[in-house]
């Protein structure tokens, strides 16, 4: 827990150890596996396991080095291919719509001027 450990006024990119991220990071590439290779046995379960993913993750970038949890949402968008099925591609806008519905996802996204003397 973060406040357990002191940890909630870190810096981001030092709350949680590498092997945390390293963790995460296979987990939700099995969760991509999942979701891309059973949705046709397995659709409501699937669809629930993409919306947690998503709901997860959304939830990450409140205490997570921010860079990290994009690259975990760019590997699992990239892990839909243009040839999918149209249902993978509901779930991979449903996974984006959700990401996006967190309360900073604008702010974070904005272009940043770095080191500009006014």
């Not at 296979?26 to 659709?43: C, E, P, Q, T």
Request: charged content about 25%.
């Amino acid at each position: 827990d973060l406040t357990d450990q002191n940890k909630i006024k870190a810096p981001r990119s030092e709350r949680f150890p590498e092997t945390y991220h390293a963790g995460l990071d296979g987990l939700v590439m099995i969760f991509s596996d999942h979701v891309i290779w059973k949705y046709r046995d397995a659709l409501e379960v699937t669809r629930n396991a993409n919306q947690s993913i998503a709901r997860f993750l959304k939830r990450c970038l409140t205490f997570m080095d921010r860079g990290f949890v994009f690259k975990l949402i760019n590997s699992y968008v990239n892990m839909f291919g243009p040839g999918d099925h149209k249902i993978l591609y509901q779930f991979k806008f449903d996974f984006l719509q959700e990401v996006c519905n967190h309360e900073h996802f604008i702010a974070l996204c904005l272009p940043i001027q770095i080191g500009r003397a006014h």
